[in-house]
């Protein structure tokens, strides 16, 4: 923000003190007012906006009202008082933005009780149909400090339909909650993009809720994380959603503040759309997924079957298998390590020390395979050599406090200090440069975003540098491991979290990140799909993860790469383990199915292909329903619990398609675009290859 934020802070504590404390979430609409009708409008031909005298707006998309007239955007002041009717004093109409591009921007101006003048300037660009930029300046007109002890814009409620609507979230919550959740009529969920747990945190700025016909998306899109919320909640008329802020700002006479500049979209279909036009919007301004690498998209297997207690053996016994089943990567997990905070090689399992690791780099290349290595940076346990040595490092609070990583038993490093950018440098170079590994699995919730950081040994110019410069960090590990070797894979997992857009420049390849089902495996790939690119890399992650251990269809209907943590010949044997009904012993059974579907992605390869998450809805339509288009054919994926009924093939283009059970072989007939329905029944899953009818066999 620009004007007077946390820098005034303790200033602020004064005149906020007595007050209660602001949820965000919680500032009610505005009652209905006199006015009626659009006293201004803006618009792109799809996305329409109309101002009343009071500056509420209205929403609509081609020609249909969406929302009614809200009080889209206003202040609550430290006093209690709650600004949101601004008497409309000036409309620009449309002007030019850029003659190249062809944007238009349209500006209007209202005052508050003579207190505090509003200005809300939207752009509308022709490459983003149904959407415009919003930002919002609020400037003090009177003659003593006001004080902004919350925010709220683009707030609108999106009128009810009989059949409800769906949301998707990019906030990260300690609980893992689906990305994507059907509003049910009690569904309150805040969205904060600050830490929601000491370990969980950061995310995608972006909220979007829908119907069956249409829908609104919000989100925020300056190039760093800001320390707002995005909430959702379900009222008796629709929809709430919003972006909405409770940082106190103080506001000297005469004294101007911008907030963070805000897309909104009104958009068909599910969060896809939203998504993909954001994802274009931030690549426009330099954040954006780096060119990706073959060995990105390579099958994976990782050790993590055996866990902590992992030994050298049990990955040296089981590479074979690994590889005769498909997979390229051998990834060597948590376990490896001195300690977390220390990554050099625990001589209780590797009693030849680093060497040990750098031999284990060598034999998994003998197998044609490539080793990746398991780490979790910005994390050091207390008793770590590191902790001992630089303490200096900790991220501490406003209280001096460390923030816990609850997972690992450690404390979180601040990644905006130069001294722990350097350390982890050091570590990058030593296990890519010197051990060999051409792969890094960078694991953790924590990683996903971190507290503002109050150490006084860092110099920070205001607390929230470390929020803001996370992505900084990620990208200096990112630049130093390619710079050692350019194909190598750098995955970032963080856990459960919604990802944070902000490191997808520090990345050539994402999991699924500990899926808690198979719906979650397919809802994450679609939102990567739009938030990374249609081909992004991504992977559901182990499939012993999904449904019944073994969905490899999940993975593969949605183009995600297929991934395995499989014990061969046996389980590990040790005591503490908690494994599940058949363990992960990779039996004869498995690997017949292992190998099937691994052979299938490889021949197919829908990961490279363009993966059309606008021609299903994921929340209204049934079956679920996803396509990737590959290698000039149509690769349809359909899930339920069971099906048996008409299945509609989307996106076919002219001329008849030959229809066939990609997983099966079976023949299934044909469609076109004229006929493009037939009727199925399957358990889990159907997966389809439409080949243009002239194409040979």
């Known amino acids: 923000m620009a004007g007077a934020t946390l820098t005034r802070r303790s200033t602020l504590t004064g005149l906020l003190c007595g007050t209660t404390a602001i949820m965000a979430g919680l500032i009610p609409s505005a009652p209905a007012l006199a006015f009626t009708g659009a006293a201004a409008t803006a618009t792109d031909g799809i996305l329409t906006i109309e101002f009343d005298g009071a500056l509420r707006s209205r929403l609509s998309r081609e020609g249909r009202p969406l929302t009614a007239f809200d009080s889209g955007e206003g202040v609550r002041l430290a006093d209690g008082s709650v600004l949101d009717r601004f008497v409309l004093l000036g409309d620009s109409g449309a002007a030019p933005v850029d003659v190249r591009g062809g944007g238009r921007r349209?500006?209007?101006?209202?005052?508050?009780?003579?207190?505090?003048?509003?200005?809300?300037?939207?752009?509308?660009?022709?490459?983003?149909?149904?959407?415009?930029?919003?930002?919002?300046?609020?400037?003090?007109?009177?003659?003593?400090?006001?004080?902004?002890?919350?925010?709220?814009?683009?707030?609108?409620?999106?009128?009810?339909?009989?059949?409800?609507?769906?949301?998707?979230?990019?906030?990260?919550?300690?609980d893992r909650r689906d990305w994507v959740q059907r509003v049910r009529h009690d569904f309150q969920q805040?969205?904060?993009?600050?830490?929601?747990?000491?370990?969980?945190?950061?995310?995608?700025?972006?909220?979007?809720?829908?119907?069956?016909?249409?829908?609104?998306?919000?989100?925020?899109?300056?190039?760093?994380?800001?320390?707002?919320?995005?909430?959702?909640?379900?009222?008796?008329?629709?929809?709430?959603?919003?972006?909405?802020?409770?940082?106190?700002?103080?506001?000297?006479?005469?004294?101007?503040?911008?907030?963070?500049?805000?897309?909104?979209?009104?958009?068909?279909?599910?969060?896809?759309?939203?998504?993909?036009?954001?994802?274009?919007?931030?690549?426009?301004?330099?954040?954006?997924?780096?060119?990706?690498?073959?060995?990105?998209?390579?099958?994976?297997?990782?050790?993590?079957?055996?866990?902590?207690?992992?030994?050298?053996?049990?990955?040296?016994?089981?590479?074979?298998?690994?590889?005769?089943?498909?997979?390229?990567?051998?990834?060597?997990?948590?376990?490896?390590?001195?300690?977390?905070?220390?990554?050099?090689?625990?001589?209780?399992?590797?009693?030849?020390?680093?060497?040990?690791?750098?031999?284990m780099a060598d034999r998994i290349k003998t197998y044609g395979m490539r080793p990746k290595l398991w780490i979790s940076p910005l994390s050091a346990t207390p008793a770590s050599d590191l902790m001992r040595d630089h303490r200096d490092m900790l991220l501490l609070d406003a209280s001096g406090t460390a923030q816990n990583v609850s997972w690992w038993n450690s404390y979180t490093l601040c990644p905006a200090y130069p001294p722990t950018v350097e350390y982890f440098k050091t570590v990058m170079r030593r296990i890519v440069g010197e051990w060999g590994f051409e792969g890094l699995k960078i694991d953790g919730q924590d990683l996903n975003g971190v507290a503002?950081?109050?150490?006084?040994?860092?110099?920070?110019?205001?607390?929230?540098?470390?929020?803001?410069?996370?992505?900084?960090?990620?990208?200096?590990?990112?630049?130093t491991v390619i710079g050692i070797n350019q194909n190598a894979n750098v995955e970032i997992c963080p856990c459960g979290d919604s990802f944070a857009f902000f490191n997808i420049p520090a990345m050539n390849n994402t999991p699924a990140s500990d899926p808690e089902s198979s719906w979650q495996v397919r809802l994450k790939g679609k939102t990567f799909k739009a938030i990374m690119g249609p081909s992004a890399p991504y992977s559901g992650d182990h499939v012993e993860l999904s449904d019944?251990?073994?969905?490899?269809?999940?993975?593969?209907?949605?183009?995600?790469?297929?991934?395995?943590?499989?014990?061969?010949?046996?389980?590990?044997?040790?005591?503490?383990?908690?494994?599940?009904?058949?363990?992960?012993?990779?039996?004869?059974?498995?690997?017949?199915?292992?190998?099937?579907?691994?052979?299938?992605?490889?021949?197919?390869?829908?990961?490279?292909?363009?993966?059309?998450?606008?021609l299903y809805d994921i929340g209204f339509d049934k079956p679920e329903g996803h396509v990737v288009a590959a290698g000039g054919k149509l690769h349809y994926a359909f899930y339920a619990k069971t099906w048996n009924g008409p299945i509609e093939l989307r996106g076919l283009g002219k001329g008849p398609y030959r229809l066939t059970d990609s997983f099966t072989g079976a023949a299934l007939g044909t469609a076109s675009a004229a006929s493009n329905k037939i009727n199925a029944g399957f358990e889990r899953f159907l997966v389809i290859e439409a080949t243009p009818a002239g194409d040979a066999a």
């Open 106 to 174: 349209h500006t209007v101006r209202g005052v508050a009780e003579g207190r505090l003048e509003k200005r809300i300037d939207l752009v509308f660009h022709p490459s983003l149909p149904g959407a415009a930029l919003m930002t919002v300046q609020y400037r003090n007109l009177s003659k003593t400090p006001l004080v902004i002890a919350a925010w709220w814009s683009a707030a609108h409620q999106l009128l009810v339909h009989p059949e409800g609507a769906w949301t998707f979230s990019g906030a990260s919550h300690p």
């Open 548 to 614: 019944g251990g073994d969905d490899f269809a999940s993975t593969y209907g949605i183009g995600a790469i297929p991934s395995t943590k499989f014990t061969w010949p046996k389980d590990t044997d040790k005591p503490n383990d908690k494994l599940p009904p058949g363990g992960f012993v990779l039996t004869a059974d498995k690997e017949r199915l292992w190998r099937k579907w691994i052979a299938l992605y490889r021949r197919n390869m829908l990961s490279k292909g363009r993966y059309l998450g606008e």
């Open 452 to 479: 503002p950081c109050y150490n006084p040994a860092h110099n920070h110019k205001r607390p929230e540098e470390s929020v803001e410069k996370l992505q900084d960090f990620w990208k200096a590990i990112y630049d």
């Open 190 to 359: 805040r969205n904060y993009m600050g830490m929601n747990g000491s370990d969980y945190g950061g995310g995608t700025p972006v909220a979007a809720v829908w119907r069956p016909d249409v829908g609104l998306a919000v989100g925020h899109v300056e190039t760093v994380p800001r320390l707002i919320a995005l909430p959702v909640a379900s009222q008796p008329g629709g929809t709430r959603i919003a972006i909405e802020g409770d940082q106190p700002i103080l506001l000297a006479p005469g004294e101007k503040v911008t907030l963070p500049e805000t897309f909104i979209m009104a958009h068909r279909g599910d969060h896809f759309a939203p998504l993909d036009a954001y994802r274009r919007i931030m690549a426009e301004r330099g954040l954006a997924a780096p060119a990706i690498p073959e060995s990105s998209y390579a099958p994976i297997w990782c050790a993590w079957g055996y866990e902590r207690n992992v030994t050298p053996d049990q990955v040296y016994g089981t590479l074979d298998k690994a590889n005769a089943v498909g997979c390229e990567w051998a990834v060597l997990d948590d376990g490896w390590q001195k300690a977390i905070g220390d990554w050099v090689a625990d001589t209780s399992r590797f009693p030849g020390g680093n060497a040990d690791l750098k031999a």
